[in-house]
């Protein structure tokens, strides 16, 4: 029941950071399971999404963006925020991208989450969030990335409490390593690659449809008791 093909019929799911990678991954699982999606990007992606889906070209980072993003919908059920950047080489040790990275991650969650607030509420809605295995480990080279992760993380939290009332529920997934453009370097170094999987107990690098599917869990009304959790999803690398 949890994946019935007609799960999400009616539904309005609205998925940032949506045109490639681990978005398009969430974007599609909803799609299939039956929600009407609309996917925000800074740009068109990777043409990974499947046809069902409304692309809008959004920067969570802008005030104005959201407004105006906002301003089309009328109607809102789930919310997925995967908007994130992170900058590698330590860049993030300079102050300025070390804000701009917190301002997309993090920053741009809660603009996110409080803009679709009114909507959500009258639907009794829920919000899923993009925490990341840096939640929970320190990160020597991406200070920005892991802070603001780890932000997301205890935002998750805070507007589980805080929404309750409302009727939504709040959740984030923590994905592990995951087979991306954005770690494709790290796939192809044999000894870095190695490392990671040694590492993890299932031995594979995750798939964005791994994440999806979580995501759908926690959309689902199968977790209709869950609020405030960080689920990793992450092939047991956290526990290893």
């Avoid at 300079?94 to 701009?100: P, R």
């Avoid at 992760?149 to 939504?168: E, H, N, P």
């Amino acid at each position: 029941m949890t994946f019935q093909p007609d799960l999400f019929k009616d539904k309005h799911a609205l998925v940032t950071g949506a045109t490639q990678g681990i978005g398009a991954a969430v974007a599609n699982a909803l799609a299939t399971l039956g929600a009407n999606v609309t996917a925000v990007g800074i740009d068109h992606g990777d043409g990974s999404l499947d046809a069902r889906i409304d692309v809008c070209l959004a920067d969570v980072s802008s005030e104005a963006d959201v407004a105006a993003l906002f301003g089309k919908l009328s109607a809102l059920d789930i919310l997925v925020n995967c908007a994130g950047i992170i900058r590698r080489g330590g860049a993030e040790h300079d102050v300025a991208v070390f804000e701009q990275v917190v301002a997309v991650n993090l920053t741009g969650t809660m603009r996110i989450c409080c803009a679709a607030r009114p909507l959500l509420a009258a639907r009794r809605g829920v919000i899923v969030n993009t925490a990341s295995m840096l939640s929970f480990f320190g990160g020597a080279l991406v200070p920005g990335y892991a802070a603001s992760k780890g932000g997301v993380a205890q935002l998750t939290k805070s507007l589980a409490l805080a929404y309750a009332s409302d009727g939504i529920r709040v959740n984030a997934v923590a994905p592990g390593w995951i087979a991306t453009p954005l770690t494709q370097a790290l796939q192809e170094d044999q000894a870095r690659s190695g490392a990671i999987l040694q590492r993890t107990p299932l031995s594979r690098w995750g798939r964005p449809e791994d994440i999806g599917d979580a995501v759908a869990f926690l959309c689902a009304p199968a977790s209709a008791f869950i609020t405030g959790v960080i689920l990793p999803v992450d092939g047991g690398y956290l526990i290893a």
